[in-house]
């Protein structure tokens, strides 16, 4: 079964506005930590913004938010005041476990953002 | 070094070629990843090390890949008779041991093109 799910292949949004992108996940573990991550066209991977399973409050990190829903397995991803340079692919990634060894990575969606 | 190097950065090999390919982590990291990105897809999971010895290596392919990183610093992905099929962007990432959330710093990773 698929772990990460990202249902939008491509998004577009207009310069300044705000954009979520979506992510649902499957685990049965209680203990687990989301991610994201951007990739630019030069191919290196940014870390973008973390949940734990047992956070209380959503995390955010300047002009990123993470929309943590657990009953309904989600993790989607809030940009506010979009710029051109968040143009990119944008992968939600799992680690299953406190202690978990690797990530696994959704299929990815790619943000282009409009003058 | 700031990041994690990978080198080459580019490589085209005839089938059949055996390939090696580089990756010099963030110096103190401790564990230490591969990955394979198809073209448009998001990244697989290979291999794992923690420090020189290699704890999960269910994700490589085949028999073909093979993985090693001798003194825990330095590692190297080998790709023994390649097929077109290899063809991918192969990222290495490092973490520390520890960390609060796991966050994985990722390379520019190195382009295969199997001819």
């Known amino acids: 079964a698929q772990k990460i799910t990202q249902t939008q292949p491509g998004m577009f949004v207009q310069e300044k506005e705000a954009v979520t992108l979506d992510c649902t996940y499957d685990?049965?573990?209680?203990?687990?930590?989301l991610f994201w991550y951007k990739q630019p066209s030069s191919g290196e991977m940014i870390f973008l913004i973390y949940?734990?399973?047992?956070?209380?409050q959503n995390a955010t990190e300047g002009r990123y938010s993470l929309n943590f829903q657990k009953a309904r397995k989600s993790a989607n991803l809030v940009i506010s005041a979009s710029q051109l340079g968040d143009s990119a692919m944008y992968f939600c990634?799992?680690?299953?476990?406190?202690?978990?060894?690797?990530?696994?990575f959704g299929s990815g969606t790619i943000l282009r953002v409009k003058s | 070094g700031a990041g994690v190097s990978q080198s080459p950065r580019y490589k085209v090999a005839k089938r059949g070629q055996d390939v090696a390919l580089r990756c010099d982590p963030i110096s103190g990291h401790v564990s230490l990843f591969w990955y394979q990105q198809a073209l448009g897809q998001g990244p697989e999971f290979l291999t794992y090390?923690?420090?020189?010895?290699?704890?999960?290596k269910s994700g490589l392919p085949s028999d073909r890949f093979f993985a090693e990183r001798p003194e825990g610093s330095v590692s190297t992905l080998k790709i023994q008779r390649t097929q077109q099929e290899d063809s991918a962007v192969y990222l290495c990432?490092?973490?520390?041991?520890?960390?609060?959330?796991?966050?994985?710093?990722f390379g520019e990773g190195s382009r295969l093109t199997v001819l």
């Open positions: 090390f923690q420090n020189e010895a290699q704890l999960d």
């Open positions: 990432a490092s973490s520390t041991s520890g960390g609060a959330t796991g966050e994985l710093f």
């Open positions: 990634a799992m680690r299953e476990g406190f202690h978990g060894n690797k990530l696994v």
């Open positions: 949940q734990g399973s047992y956070d209380q």
């Open positions: 685990t049965s573990d209680p203990s687990y930590g």
